[in-house]
């Protein structure tokens, strides 16, 4: 894969970096040599990035062209966008302090040149901000606030080549020397790649869809289709343009990181597995109930609570019934009332912190069925019983300790048509992504209970009939559909 830098002007490069190719932009962007070049790695350092400058058109025709430009356009705008700087500047706050402590002004510039800075001290800091601004060189500002006496980032701006100041030009060559070698050596050690795949994942998540064993058995998947797999975490939102496509294997929420970068890789044109749209649709039960009924998909009696209705609920749906807040996950947020009281104070604590929230009626069954399908066809079929002496398959105790009730894996075509047939429809509401379908049975019944994106895959479990085919057939839809769109010139 080339490495190309790509400056307004020649003279705008005066450093000397083995392994860098450097052209002019204008000659990047109407040479056909660099219109046909396959999986280069463009550096943009041009003068500006303002909208629809040359600098701003190389990296737009970088990634229409399927190189990848660092910055990519998704980081341009967002270093335009004060909101996203303090954003990060929250997420940042305690590297920050730490890093600027020491310093005596009331203003500091922070030189960023590939994650380093010429102080060790600010190395943890540079990197990190490389990490969320994927830029060659950076340079940040940060102001001391006069009241709280602590450092706020004022704004960060890439630069050229030509802005770096001559003494600072020895260890630019040292550093982008570094970073260029480690590409290269990547390069070396995976010929037959064509790819390259984030899996994000958060390895202390408590309830976590996959456990370690599944992330590793997700990577030897991808390699052995072709594509790269890196594991990443929220740190490296900035490198997203880097790959061709985030597998998010983190419990999602749209208030969360996993849905910015659900987002953000989607802008990039990356083949996103929870797209945002599946993001949004699933983790919010307002949404779902609404879709089930419009669509007469048969759920358990539902009702959407508000203010105006809270004293009706009870006398439709009976007691006991279940309370859940729109973005429950594993069985939190999801309650049980019994009497009138319990299902007051639950309503007041749910509808102080949403508008909307749920109420179904209670079916007591002994299993959950949860039916995995991806790109529209059923992967795997579960059978989730509940935990002893509960009436949910996790079950808490006050110290916030977890048992779960046993499971089973069924091949496919074991499971009962009805079952199939019903989870199918309720996915295909959401899209093509990968769901996971609960649903009861009661008699031959079949309800929905919710779609989940982001379903569990964890080793022994949910891979219990196919074994390591299911991690194959997940990522041969990944790679299929990157080179669709690569086809496609997205």
Known sequence: MSNLVVVNNLRDWPLDIPGVSVVEARDYLTDPQYTELKGAKIFNLCRSFRYQSIGYYVSLLAAARGHKPMPGVSTIQDLKTQAIIRVASDELDTLIQKSLAPIQSREF???????????????????????????????????????????????????????????????????????FKGRRHIVRRRPTTRFDLAILYNPEEENAPSDPRAIEKFSRAAESVGMSPEIIDKDDYGRLAQFDALFIRETTSVNHHTYRFARRAAAEGLVVVDDPESILRCTNKVYLAESLERHRIATPRTVIVHWDNVETVTRTLGLPCILKQPDSSFSQGVVKVETEEEYMNAVERLLAKSELIIAQEFLPTDFDWRVGIFDRHPLYVCRYYMARA?????????????????????????????????ASRAANLIGDGFYGVDLKQVGDKIYVIEVNDNPSVEHNV??????????????????????ERKERGT
């Open 109 to 179: 510039t922070l030189s960023i040149y590939f994650g380093r800075n010429l102080a060790r001290r600010h190395d943890p800091l540079s990197l990190h901000i490389f990490k969320l601004f994927q830029a060659p060189l950076l340079r940040a500002v940060f102001i001391l606030d006069d009241d709280s006496k602590r450092w706020e980032l004022h704004n960060i701006n890439p630069i050229s080549a030509a802005e770096i100041p001559a003494e600072h030009h020895p260890f630019v060559v040292q550093v982008g020397t570094e970073y």
């Open 390 to 422: 509960h009436w949910q398959i996790i079950k808490r105790d006050s110290a916030g300790n977890t048992t779960e009730g046993r499971s089973d894996t069924l091949p496919v075509e074991h499971a009962p048509d009805a079952v199939l047939r019903t």
């Open 462 to 483: 949910e891979d219990k009939v196919l074994k390591d085919e299911l991690y194959h057939r997940i990522m041969r839809v990944m790679l299929r559909r990157v080179e």
